[in-house]
């Protein structure tokens, strides 16, 4: 994108004053909006004030008012919930509440409000702004306040940031604390699975969500749920039939378990409730199952953030800052979002109101309406769990004679095996049959190839690694054997999910299609890496579980070198020569610095880094975290930065390092790993179809393509899964290193500095533009974004 780079710089914070609060439900990842409007706010020079308590706070003022420093917000990236405290407030309710709390805060000064809540707590906050003149005159009338002070801080400036675990409020993909929200509950799915299976047992689990189904409804996506009820999609007439029905076929089907997901505020399309209570008596008085009801409760809006959260609410609270700075009395009450991966700001009105109109329609029935407001992602959800979770007859499904192969292409990363079990079901779906190659390319030319089931892949969704094998070897010493195999069995299409080789492996047989016609069939790349190197996509499959992994193990080394005082950790990442997990897991884990391949450092960066640990060491903050990639230079290697970092930290600090190794690539994929592995490889399949209906040759009855764009890698985008082909992604690739030219995590590299408290320059181009909220026609759920 050709823009001249607009730097923050000339926003200066001085003479302003900010107060940040907390307020409604509360939801993990709060904690890191506090701590980077905090520090973001002292760093363009602005006072920054704590409102404790939420709005109960700034109406009761005296100590709910303090200003802060730098170091008070340390050390609570890693805590779940608020530090600052968040209440009900009815007194705020009244105008005579709000004219308390304008009285306190023109008195500090304070005329920007940074605040962290639901919609109710945001749609108070805008009333408060559209008041706040005629406030200030009624103060002045009491002789509260003078009328210089009604001159000097004639407006109000409100920037919200949504924090609540349901996901409920519209125009954002993700609000703060979802993510956290979902690995609660998929820790605790995962935990049951196993003792379910023991005794074949039915579970029903109630999630939160009194209004909104979206933890529901990914939690099922998910765990591969056997029946899920939310509030905006009520079951049809007779549903009771037709869920006992699906159970039993399961357990014929030789499945040992069966789970249920059921959103609190689940209704009928009577607008009835249905309760966990009530779906368990159903299950046991038909089907006579045993069964058990699990209440997961407060435990969803517990325990740590995620690496999404902290990064998240990172960006936003960063971002709410430059939207304060930038406000004029013009501008309207804004909130900061997500959409895709990019920053937005949105009027706040627009989006409150839009929320409303999702309850509105589903109180008058209007259900389908209600799914098509919540926006493109729900949308998206519900119609891939629908694809996925129930298999229609074999009489009932098309018979399209077409072959397509499923094979794992390089390491191995979380998320891989749902996004198999994702292209099986849905290219059986759609009339295909569907083959399993073991081993990748390397199996692929032994002739290791079978047909797989709609059941053979159920329960992959939670598996770690890769359940078909994966090797890194290229196709290219084996393509004579491999057009054997393509031949023999009829192969007229390739789905292949893996990292850089799998890519680099499709460039290969893009290459070799003029010497093999075998290799004339569409080809699809879904990205799976943790390294989250592929050319073409902006998130990889099986980076986010990675992060997280990082993440904890640097909470875990951060507590304990905060024990033992004046310590610094060196940690090595995995990544090749890409340094998003560094670089992530640095701003996720408030490290001090992170050495990357893309940003060359040299002797003097470390000696500045050295510099900056020892002032650090005289403050209360008494602990350093540095993170390495593994390749970010061959010289100055962790050994050597750990040694350095000794000498020179001599007497003030001392030093310890960490290799994690290959625990980053293992574990259970984290809910979004598994979530984006089935929406991507759901919607690669459904490309697949499109391209062999397109490229079949009746008269001489084959699969005959031979253009570039019948090879693609279909990758995240900014704000959209687009398929590229791999033809033109070659221009846009490193091969020597194995990474993208062009990286649009770079941009959030300054994120990390500011936050560790180094002068740094941010390219603020891409925000600032308030955007409006968009309606979608149901036709653009099918091609937007995740």
């Known amino acids: 994108m050709d823009h001249q780079p607009k730097f923050f710089e000339n926003l200066s914070g001085t003479g302003k004053a900010i107060g940040v609060l907390t307020s409604g439900g509360d939801a993990q990842g709060m904690n890191a909006a506090v701590r980077a409007v905090v520090r973001m706010g002292i760093y363009v020079k602005a006072k920054v004030y704590f409102i404790y308590e939420g709005y109960q706070g700034m109406v009761d003022g005296g100590d709910n008012i303090v200003e802060v420093s730098w170091e008070s917000v ?34 500090r000064g304070i005329t920007n409000l940074c605040v962290i809540g639901g919609d109710g707590s945001l749609t108070g906050a805008n009333l ?31 920037v919200g940031m949504v924090g609540s675990i349901d996901n409920d409020f519209c125009g954002t993909d993700m609000t703060i604390g979802t993510d956290s929200a979902l690995h609660r509950i998929i820790e605790v799915v995962d935990a049951i699975m196993t003792t379910a299976q023991s005794h ?77 209570e009530k779906v368990k008596e159903l299950v046991v008085q038909r089907l006579g199952f045993d069964t058990r009801v699990t209440i997961l409760g407060h435990v969803q809006r517990g325990g740590t953030p995620s690496a999404f959260d902290r990064i998240l609410a990172s960006r936003m609270g960063v971002e709410a800052v430059l939207a304060l700075l930038e406000g004029t009395p013009a501008t309207p009450a804004c909130v900061v979002s997500l959409s895709g991966n990019q920053s937005v700001r949105l009027p706040l009105m627009e989006c409150v109101q839009m929320t409303q109109q999702v309850q509105k329609a589903m109180d008058e029935g209007r259900f389908i309406e209600a799914v098509r407001l919540r926006g493109r992602s729900f949308e998206n959800n519900l119609n891939t769990y629908k694809l996925l979770s129930q298999k229609k007859p074999d009489a009932e499904l098309p018979k399209s004679n077409f072959n397509v192969a499923v094979l794992n292409v390089g390491a191995p990363a979380a998320g891989m095996n749902a996004a198999v079990r994702a292209a099986v079901r849905v290219g059986i779906t759609e009339g295909h049959k569907m083959f399993a190659v073991i081993d990748g390319f390397e199996g692929f030319a032994k002739g ?35 057009a054997d195999q393509m031949r023999t069995n009829n192969i007229n299409a390739l789905m292949v999910i893996g990292g850089f080789e799998a890519y680099d492996s499709c460039v290969h047989l893009h290459e070799a299609r003029s010497r093999y016609v075998e290799f004339c069939v569409p080809i699809c790349v879904v990205p799976a890496t943790i390294s989250n190197n592929v050319p073409g996509t902006d998130i990889s499959i099986g980076s986010d579980t990675a992060l997280n992994t990082i993440v904890e193990t640097c909470d875990r080394i951060k507590q304990s070198a905060s024990g ?24 996720a884990a408030g490290a001090d610095a992170a050495y990357i391949f893309e940003e060359q450092f040299d002797i003097r960066e470390l000696q500045a880094n050295v510099e900056h640990l020892t002032e650090k060491m005289k403050t209360s903050i008494q602990r350093g975290l540095v993170l390495r990639n593994e390749n970010c230079n061959e010289n100055y290697t962790t050994d050597f930065i750990y040694q350095l970092y000794s000498e020179e930290g001599k007497g003030v600090f001392d030093c310890r390092k960490n290799v994690l190794g290959h625990m980053q ?103 600032g533009q308030l955007e409006h909220v968009a309606m979608h026609s149901p036709k653009e759920a099918e091609t937007g974004t995740i």
């Open 74 to 107: 340390s050390s609570i990236l890693q805590v779940g919930g608020t530090v600052i405290g968040s209440a009900r407030c009815k007194s705020f309710r009244t105008r005579e509440g709000r004219l308390q709390a304008a009285c306190n805060l023109v008195k």
């Open 665 to 767: 690539q293992g574990g259970a994929p984290s809910p979004f790993d598994r979530n984006f592995g089935t929406k991507i490889s759901a919607k690669a399949m459904q490309w697949i179809s499109k391209k062999l209906v397109e490229t079949y040759r009746k008269e001489e009855g084959r699969v005959f393509a031979n253009t570039d764009d019948s090879v693609c890698l279909l990758g995240m985008r900014r704000r959209t899964l687009l398929f590229q082909p791999v033809a033109e992604l070659k221009n846009e690739t490193d091969f020597v290193h194995r990474i993208p030219k062009e990286q649009w995590w770079l941009k959030l590299r300054p994120l990390m500095k500011i936050l560790a408290k180094y002068k740094t320059s941010y390219d603020v181009s891409d925000s």
């Open 564 to 587: 033992t005082k004046r310590r610094v950790f060196i940690i090595e990442t995995m990544g090749g020569y890409c340094g998003y997990l560094a670089n992530m897991g640095a701003l």
């Open 128 to 158: 408060f702004r559209e008041e706040w003149s005629g406030l200030l005159e009624e103060l002045a009338k009491k002789g509260k306040i003078d009328q210089e002070a009604v001159k000097k801080y004639a407006y109000l400036n409100i």
């Open 448 to 482: 290791k190839i079978k047909e797989i089931t709609w059941g053979d892949v159920g329960g992959w969704t939670g598996q770690g690694g890769s359940i078909l094998g994966t090797k890194r070897t290229l196709p290219a010493k084996y393509l004579e054997k491999i």
């Open 200 to 276: 074949q047992r039915t579970f029903v689990l109630e999630v939160m969500g009194r209004h909104c189904g979206y933890l529901a409804l990914v939690s099922a996506l998910a765990c591969g749920a056997d029946w899920v009820f939310i509030p905006e999609y009520p079951p049809e007439e007779g549903w009771e039939d037709i869920m006992c029905v699906k159970l039993s076929e399961n357990r014929a089907r030789k499945k040992r378990l069966n789970i249920i997901i059921v959103a609190e505020g689940a209704i009928d399309c009577h607008n009835k409730p249905i309760t966990s």
